[in-house]
């Protein structure tokens, strides 16, 4: 089945420096990509939406020079996490579609901890 | 009212014990319906989805009410391995995914 690859699986980083967290499609062609987000007890909350080639959709609230979105091949998103703060600490996970209507298969999750 | 509403639970069974789990949603346009599971920590996986004509996996069986708006999720004949976090699922307008809070279940020996 569609496997997406995402890395690293926990990473820790100090207030102010920045992240990358990478999604990969192993064996299929993502056109989109999903970012979501899941603080503890809480339900995953949709970041942005990204389409190879295009820029990012971000949702109300999410601030799209903090945490950048990169689509560039229909395998890749990337998710950059600038100037980290401890509030950003949540557990980020991407979803990959081939736009099939119930193609949606996800990342195995990123912990991000900011100390 | 939130879009996706779930009891949180926890939902504390003993193994072979029926259990049903119910789930609201307030986009009356939303197509797909689904259930994940999710484990401590990890990503969620789905479970199955959810048809109006229900729809049964096993020891695991779907219904949704299009007219309520309302899913459901009824397990039986619990094993240990099924505790886990229960997700709500319903599509998004932008073809994502939106997700409950999630219903924990705690199945004991």
């Known amino acids: 089945g569609a496997v997406v690859s995402q890395h690293p699986s926990r990473v820790i980083c100090k207030s102010g420096t920045s992240v990358k967290i990478e999604c990969r499609s192993l064996d299929f062609q993502a056109t989109t990509m999903f970012w979501y987000r899941q603080f503890p007890k809480q339900s995953l909350m949709l970041m942005a939406t990204s389409n190879e080639g295009s820029k990012a959709t971000y949702e109300q609230g999410v601030e799209k020079d903090k945490f950048l979105i990169n689509h560039a091949s229909l395998t890749l998103s990337t998710l950059t996490v600038t100037s980290a703060h401890p509030e950003d600490s949540s557990f980020y996970i991407c979803s990959a579609t081939t736009g099939t209507r119930y193609g949606y298969t996800f990342g195995s999750g990123t912990r991000l901890t900011v100390v | 009212r939130k879009e996706v509403e779930q009891d949180p639970g926890p939902f504390n069974v003993p193994e072979g014990a029926t259990v049903a789990f119910n789930c609201t949603y307030s986009?009356?346009?939303?197509?797909?319906f689904f259930w994940y599971r999710q484990d401590c920590r990890k990503e969620p996986k789905l479970l199955m989805s959810v048809y109006s004509s229900g729809n049964e996996d096993g020891r695991f069986t779907a219904q949704l009410n299009r007219a309520s708006q309302y899913i459901s999720l009824l397990i039986r004949d619990s094993k240990l391995s099924d505790s886990a976090t229960y997700l709500c699922v319903v599509d998004g307008s932008q073809g994502n995914l939106i997700f409950g809070k999630g219903t924990k279940l705690s199945v004991k020996p």
């Open positions: 986009n009356s346009a939303s197509q797909s």
